[in-house]
């Protein structure tokens, strides 16, 4: 039998690896790189992604908590500025409605024309002590143009303080009249929109003429002297009014009723020949008194005013 051959003791080369042996199954650099290529760990690899995105996932959320509570801290100060800004208004407005409150504006007024009174007295009487003419020195103080504006002025409010008092039906109607009219507002824009579309109606009939003047102004001349209105023109029943006007038509004949009731029962109340009332429920309570008990207190109240009373 073949002797047993001896093997050989492994030997540790250069690089650190162990021989076993055999040459054949140690290992060389190149199977070492294809092992790293193939997918071996080497002792210098790095952390694996599971483990570093798990620590950048926390980082993130912290900084976002972060950044919420400074959101949250900026917000929180802003309120409170607000606050601080709303209490500092509300206290200012609350002393001034306080003092305006505590000055009465009628006093107030009455105060300002007395004092205007009293320092057109004073001036007046120093001006007088000096021999100097007042009105003369007193429209030194006005233009011409101001002072006759005055003048028309106080003359327009005495004529209106002597008309008051009623004269005759005709006069009546004349200051009813004058007073529609100052509070009447006519519409110019409804009145111009209408006084087109008439113009250009009566210049597709033919009625008008439109004409270029030589400075190229337009101007529309009546041919057969029909577009201005006549004694004899019905054009008006064509007229429709708006909503509106008819609306403040019916509030100004209910406003001119109230007037006639209130001015019928101020007559009535001045025609009473004895005022034995207080107000209007006391007076209303005295008739009902005087229609069960005036016949029983009739010669009581005559002998009181003839002063013959037992």
């Known amino acids: 039998m073949p002797s047993p051959q001896k093997s050989k003791e492994p030997t540790v ?6 021989d076993s042996g055999d040459n054949n199954n ?8 294809a092992r790293k290529v193939d ?8 952390p694996k992604h599971g ?5 950048t996932t926390s980082e993130s959320k912290e900084d976002d908590a972060v950044a919420k509570a400074r959101a949250r801290q900026e917000r929180f100060k802003a309120l409170q500025a607000r606050a601080k800004n709303a209490s500092k208004r509300n206290l200012k407005e609350t002393a ?3 003092q305006r409150l505590a000055t009465d504006p009628a006093l107030m007024s009455t105060l300002s024309r007395k004092h205007a009174f009293a320092s057109h007295n004073l001036l007046k009487a120093d001006t007088e002590a000096a021999g100097e ?22 003359e327009k409010k005495q004529r209106h303080r002597d008309d008051v ?21 006519p519409d110019m824009e409804a009145y111009e929109r209408e006084k087109m579309a008439a113009i250009e109606k009566a210049a597709a009939n033919g009625d008008l003429e439109i004409v270029e003047t030589n400075d190229g102004e337009m101007i529309a001349v009546d041919k057969n002297g029909t577009f201005y209105s006549t004694a004899d023109t019905v054009g008006f029943t064509e007229n429709k009014p708006d909503r509106a006007a008819v609306d403040k038509l019916v509030a100004d004949l209910r406003k001119a009723e109230e007037v006639r009731l209130k001015k019928r029962k ?5 025609e009473d020949p004895d005022v034995t009332y207080i107000n209007e429920k006391n007076k209303q309570f005295n008739q009902k008194l005087a229609r069960f008990y005036n016949k029983y207190t009739t010669e009581i109240r005559d002998s009181f005013e003839r002063g013959t009373m037992i």
């Open 165 to 185: 008092a009623f004269q005759d039906y005709t006069q009546d109607a004349r200051k009813v009249y004058k007073r529609q009219l100052r509070e009447m507002k």
């Open 13 to 18: 080369d250069s690089t650190g690896s162990h």
């Open 26 to 33: 140690s290992p060389k650099p190149e199977d070492q790189q």
């Open 96 to 98: 001034a409605e306080t």
């Open 266 to 270: 101020e007559r009535r109340s001045e």
């Open 39 to 46: 997918g071996s760990v080497d002792s210098t690899e790095e």
């Open 133 to 154: 003419d007042f009105e003369r020195k007193r429209a030194w103080d006005w233009t011409i143009d101001e002072s006759e504006k005055w003048d028309k002025r106080m």
């Open 51 to 55: 483990e570093s995105s798990t620590g």
